[in-house]
């Protein structure tokens, strides 16, 4: 009797495949949006969440800025980018983009978007080299 309880079941595990441009130059004082899709072959529910962290350029250690979950953003409260980060992704339509207004010298580094939807798993965060140059140096 006991042995009809055992169900061999197998799980199939896919990957969060997460896309953002590799480097991204902005004007000085300018908005940027930061681009960040992602490909799921789950249903985007509502355990989905977007993390974004920052890394200064020549500094070793990352600062998590910003999260979003259950459809609602929630940036940190004592950071760089303080009431300067607005959502600007969808994840129903596979985007976990931000934008970032009045962009400044000390904002050059690599910021890192990283997409979770149960139960599928990150194999890696996206990263974006953000450079800020001077106004009418844009390449």
């Not at 055992?6 to 495949?17: C, G, I, M, P, R």
């Amino acid at each position: 009797l006991l042995s009809s309880l055992y169900l061999s079941h197998t799980v199939k595990v896919s990957a969060v495949e997460v896309s953002t441009p590799e480097e991204i130059f902005v004007e000085n004082g300018t908005d940027a949006k930061l681009p960040c899709t992602f490909t799921s072959v789950e249903v985007i529910s509502s355990a989905a969440s977007v993390s974004w962290s920052f890394q200064p350029e020549g500094a070793a250690t990352r600062i998590s800025f910003f999260y979003y979950l259950n459809g609602k953003p929630y940036p940190g409260k004592d950071i760089p980018f303080k009431d300067r980060i607005t959502w600007a992704g969808d994840l129903n339509k596979k985007d976990a983009s931000i934008s970032i207004s009045n962009m400044q010298f000390r904002d050059n580094g690599t910021y890192i978007c990283d997409v979770k939807n149960p139960p599928d798993i990150v194999v890696k965060p996206g990263e974006i080299r953000v450079r800020v140059v001077e106004k009418g140096i844009c390449p």
